[in-house]
C-alpha cells in the first residue's frame, strides 16, 4: 500500500489537533498504520528547537527563526516522516511548510517564495499528498486560545495584524494549489468537519 502524508495547516486555536486525532482513529480502524507528527518538535532534536524558537525569552532574528524552523524539518522528513511513507504508512502531521510561508513569510514579512525555498531545500522538495486548511478569523482563534493557554507563547503573542496576515496568506496558498489543499470552515461543528476530511482522504486511499 502507498504511504501518505497529510498535513493540517490553519491559525492557532483552529482546531487541528482534534480533527488529525479524529482523522489517524478513523483510518487505524481501516487497518492503516498511522503516525503523528508535528512541526516544530516532531523529533527530539525538534524538540530542542522548539524550545528555542517558540518559548526562548528575547528577540530572535527572523531569518535566524527561519531557519530554526527549516532545520527542525529537515530532521523531521529526513528521519522520521519519508522513511514511514516509504514503507507505506500515512503520516498525519500539526503544521509544515505552508506554516513557515504564512508566519515567517507573511507575518514577519520575508518573502514567501524564499521561505518556501529554503524549507523544500531542507526536505529535498517532500511536500504533502493533502493538506487540510482549517480556516478561522484570528479573533475567534485568539478568544480559544485565551482560555488554554499556560506558557508564554511567542507566536502566540503576536498582534491581531499578525494572526490577520498569517490568515490571508494561508488562503492564498490554498487558491495556488486548489488540488493540494482542502480549505474548511473551521467554526464548524467538529462531526461535520471530520465527515468532510475522511471523505476527501478516503478518495486517495
Ligand atoms: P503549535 O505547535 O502549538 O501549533 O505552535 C507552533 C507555533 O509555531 C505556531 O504559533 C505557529 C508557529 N510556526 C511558525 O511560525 N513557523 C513554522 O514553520 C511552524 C511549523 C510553526
Redesign the pocket.
Known sequence: MAGLFITFEGG?GSG??TQAELLATWLEEQGRTVVRG????GTDLGLEL?EI??HRRGHIAPRA??LI??A??AHNIATKVRPAVDSGDIVIQ????D??V???GA??VLDGGEVRDI?LWATEGFLPHLTILLDLDETTGRERLDGVRTRF????AEKADFHARVRSAYLELARAEPERFLVLDAPRPVDELAADIRARVEALL
Open positions: 492557532d487541528k489537533t508535528r512541526e516544530p518538535g522548539r524558537v517558540l527563526e527561519a524552523y527549516a527542525d524539518r500539526d503544521r509544515y511548510l506554516s513557515s504564512a508566519y515567517q507575518g514577519r524549507s507563547d511567542r507566536l502566540e
